[in-house]
């Protein structure tokens, strides 16, 4: 088995999405994470195993990421490898036969149309192994706090990348905490600081997706 999680933590550390697909070149021709998924399950592997077998290699690619070691295009090959194993484990999540470590909203903060650093956020934390919920773009406090409402136990991710929405980032934070102070809200953005983060009353900002994978994990612990 644990032969099964490291061949599916390379294929998605290195972005080897199936067989046909060129991409890594030295792993031409060579079966990817669609095909070893699907293998192992017909084998009789468990779906835990080829789950832990994602979150350790998007781990590493969320580390590497955040070191400027690989680049967005990268990140968003390991998406794509990650997205071929968890379509065959999509039956066993709906089932309740995987469990989830919990529950992450993220979207896009009400006036910001960019979806770039979310979905990269939305992936990455996906791939550690909980259920990420995507709310879109130009979001607004009041969804924001009817999702919460439904999901109860959930963690919020806000995004921002224009300094002009930044102040509906706060008002959707401070809203948010008013009925839901128990509940951990991340922001993140390029126009974002640490600073900014504790003004607005948000538990947590990291410059990179790693990052809130991190925080995200040591609140289950």
């Known amino acids: 088995m644990q032969e099964i999680i490291d061949k599916i933590a390379v294929c998605i550390e ?9 991409f890594p070149p030295h792993m031409k021709d060579q079966d990817g994470a669609d ?43 390991s998406a794509a490898a990650m997205n071929a194993v968890m379509k065959h484990l999509k039956p066993f999540l709906e089932s309740g036969a995987i469990k989830r470590k919990g529950t992450f909203l993220i979207g896009t903060v009400a006036g910001d149309l960019h979806d770039l650093g ?3 956020v939305s992936m990455t934390i996906k791939g550690g192994g909980f259920e990420v919920i995507d709310l879109g773009v130009d979001v607004s406090t009041e969804k924001f706090l009817n999702a919460v409402a439904e999901h109860p136990g959930c963690s919020v991710g806000i995004s921002a990348l224009l300094t002009t929405t930044m102040v509906n980032m706060e008002k959707t934070v401070k809203t948010i ?7 951990k809200v991340l922001v993140g953005g390029a126009p974002v600081t640490e600073n900014f983060c504790r003004q607005i009353g948000a538990d947590f900002y990291s410059p990179n997706p790693q ?8 609140l289950v612990a």
Do not use: W
């Open 14 to 22: 290195l972005g080897k999405i199936s067989k046909t697909t060129p």
């Open 35 to 77: 095909e070893i998924a699907a293998a192992a399950l017909q084998q009789g592997v468990s779906p835990d195993a080829l789950l832990a077998g994602c979150m350790q290699g998007m781990e590493r690619v969320g580390k590497q990421f955040s070191e400027n070691l690989i680049f967005v295009p990268n990140l968003l090959m």
């Open 118 to 120: 979310k979905n990269l």
């Open 177 to 183: 905490k008013e009925h839901h102070p128990d509940v």
């Open 211 to 218: 990052g809130a994978v991190d925080y995200l994990n040591r």
